[in-house]
């Protein structure tokens, strides 16, 4: 390999140059490297604000009917689908909520409160009082703090609860949670038979939800939910925005990025451009004992891979290095979706790829000026001074 | 017959230029020897260059054929030439054109290194060839901390390192004042004694000319005068 020989040669021979574009495109990749640990950071975040909080498949009645009726079947044959950790059958209702003077429209869901905390870890939610209270006080209810601001009750006071066509009953505040989110403001939680008494139906549910263990999973287990015959759609499908956002993100922060490092790597390309005028009479002479020209070829190529290899381990180095020393990014308040401070996530497959796209990225780059170093016809190139 | 001449030309053409033409070579025939030390003279613009550039296929012809050991270069493919560059041919030109990021010992290594050679052998035969030419204590010098003649030498080695049946040389002590270019000189005759190569040297110093076998004068392109000297 004396291709090699001769091209890291030229370039330990022209130091100065050689380290300039290896800090060129070092930074550059500094740059992309620690954007890069800011997006995954930004992406995990996002989705333990989001999607790690919702259910991952929800299942609805079948074509046609309103209630899911041999819920507790189907239950258990949804626990047994690989990958899922949770599952929790919801009756859900509209309900007119009123306590002393304030009436207000709400969502009346009826849940198991331990299966309901399989899927959407509800208990970590409260914060007065207890979701367990649903099942052991008959009649009871857990509201979000929007809505019991908004009428005005505490724990242990006693809402009426009313609808068209709905059992009025008498509900007993004995939880009040926080979610976070808007639904705060309309969702009251009760137990399944409480709920069911209220909608005047029998034993049956409106929605079951699902976790599994790894959220990618979704599309899977919905599928095989589908082929029981209920339809079943994963979070991707019910909550589209959120995939939206991250890749609107994502992609706008690549190309940037992305872009930086190319103008870094223009830097390599003139400096071999340089270089191959500079040496065309060694070229020549190269030519004359007899390099052939895929050889001249690749000793040019090769140095403009080097560099961009060093340029790209360099600043993959670094970028990983400002990353992890940062730890994470206070926003000090909430940007979207809950989130207020982003961590750095630094991850080997994303050096791993930069590397490469750095290293292929000079490797193409080198072809044009490589290629006009081996166009040289040797006479011309040797001169004659 | 192809094996008393090395190298056979025949109508050799080569014409420069678009617009204005430049014969520079008009119809050469010659035939070298196997081991002939020979010298080609003539006046500036005669078309030496231009015909040491044929024989060491570093140009193409206008037209005529070269036959080297038999084999006509005119037909070679892109890297046949270099293949036959890199075995049967050395070069020394004027200007030394070594390597200015190479040390004399790598400079000379090179075409071994090129003809895949491996580094360790490369670096041994390389070595006892700088001793030969009286550079042994020069070989971890660059081109820019050594002399002219010196340089020259490192040239010469590096021309002769992978034994070629041909080593052509252009003015090859054009650059280097009387005394380097006589032990120069001397030591090009004594390597053709020894190895049995070919020379075929360009030069405009007459009494260089007249100490080898053979002197092929060119005028306007054409040989003019074809005289063996009296050894
Ligand atoms: N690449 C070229 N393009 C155009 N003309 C050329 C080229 N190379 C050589 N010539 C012309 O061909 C003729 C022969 O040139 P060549 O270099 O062979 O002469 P030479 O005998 O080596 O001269 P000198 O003793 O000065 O080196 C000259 O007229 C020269 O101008
Ligand atoms: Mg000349």
Redesign the pocket.
């Known amino acids: 390999m004396y291709e090699l020989f001769i091209a890291i040669r030229h370039l330990t021979s022209r130091r100065r140059q050689t380290l300039f574009s290896i800090l060129a495109v070092g930074l550059a990749v500094t740059g992309l490297m620690w954007s890069q640990a800011v997006m995954v950071g930004f992406t995990d975040e996002m989705y333990s604000k989001t999607v790690d909080r919702m259910a991952h498949v929800t299942v609805e009645p079948k074509e046609g009917e309103d209630y899911i009726h041999l819920y507790r079947k189907l239950t258990e044959e949804i626990t047994r689908i690989d990958g899922v950790v949770g599952v929790s059958p919801v009756i859900a209702g509209a309900a007119t909520f009123r306590f002393k003077d304030k009436n207000k429209n709400v969502v009346m869901q009826g849940i198991n409160v331990e299966a309901q905390d399989s899927v959407l870890f509800i208990n970590e939610d409260i914060v007065e009082g207890s979701f367990r209270d649903l099942e052991i006080t008959p009649n009871s209810v857990v509201v979000g703090d929007a809505l019991a601001e908004k009428l005005g009750v505490k724990i242990e006071d006693t809402i009426d609860a009313s609808f068209p066509e709905a059992n009025p009953a008498a509900l007993k505040v004995v939880g009040i949670y926080n979610s976070g989110t808007p639904l705060d403001e309309t969702i009251a939680i009760t137990s399944l038979p409480t709920a069911q008494d209220f909608l005047d139906v029998s034993n049956v549910v409106t929605t079951i939800l699902v976790r599994g263990d790894d959220r990618e999973r979704a599309q899977a287990i919905s599928e095989e939910i589908d082929a029981m015959g209920y339809p079943a759609s994963g979070w991707k499908e019910t909550n589209p925005e959120i995939l939206q956002t991250l890749k609107v993100e994502g992609t706008s922060n690549y190309i940037s990025m992305a872009l930086i490092v190319i103008i870094a790597s223009f830097g390599i390309v003139s400096t071999l451009f340089m270089a191959v005028m500079e040496k065309t009479k060694e070229i020549g002479m190269l030519m004359a004992m007899g390099v052939p020209r895929r050889s001249i070829m690749m000793i040019f190529v090769l140095e403009s891979g080097i560099l961009g290899l060093l340029g790209a381990v360099f600043g993959v180095i670094l970028g990983a290095a400002l990353a992890m020393q940062m730890g994470t990014y206070e926003y000090g308040t909430e940007v979207m979706a809950g989130i207020t401070s982003i961590p750095f996530v630094v991850r080997i497959q994303d050096a791993v790829i930069i590397v490469l796209f750095t290293f292929l990225l000079n490797l193409i780059g080198g072809i044009y000026p490589a290629s006009q170093a081996s166009k040289l016809k040797p ?2 190139a040797i001169g ?1 001074e | 017959m192809s094996d008393t001449y090395i190298i056979q030309i025949k109508d050799l053409t ?1 014409i ?2 678009n617009g204005v033409e ?1 014969r ?2 008009d119809g050469v025939n010659l035939n070298i020897e196997r081991g002939e030390f020979l010298a080609i003279v ?12 044929q024989i060491g296929i570093l140009d193409t012809p206008t037209s005529g054929t070269i036959l080297l050991d038999g084999v006509d270069v005119t037909k070679m493919s892109d890297k046949q030439r270099s293949i036959t560059r890199n075995r049967q041919l050395g070069f020394i030109f004027q200007y030394h054109h070594l390597l200015p990021d190479f040390n004399a010992l790598e400079n000379a290594m090179m075409p071994l290194l090129i003809s895949g050679v491996k580094s360790s052998r490369a670096r041994e035969v390389a070595s006892l060839m700088l001793h030969e030419v009286g550079l042994g204590d020069r070989m971890e010098h660059r081109p820019n901390q050594l002399s002219g003649g010196q340089n020259q030498r490192v040239a010469i080695a590096r021309a002769l390192v992978n034994n070629p049946s041909i080593v052509i040389g ?2 090859p002590t054009g650059n280097l004042d009387t005394k380097s270019s006589e032990s120069i000189y001397e030591l090009l005759r004594k390597l053709n004694r020894e190895h049995k190569q070919t020379f075929i040297l ?1 030069t ?1 110093d007459e009494r260089m000319a007249a100490k080898t076998d053979r002197i092929i004068r ?1 005028v306007d ?1 054409r040989i003019a005068a074809n005289s063996h000297n009296s050894v």
């Open positions: 006479v011309e004659r | 080569k420069f230029g430049i520079a070579l003539g006046p500036s613009g005669s078309g030496k260059s231009t015909l040491l550039n252009d003015e360009v405009h060119l392109g």
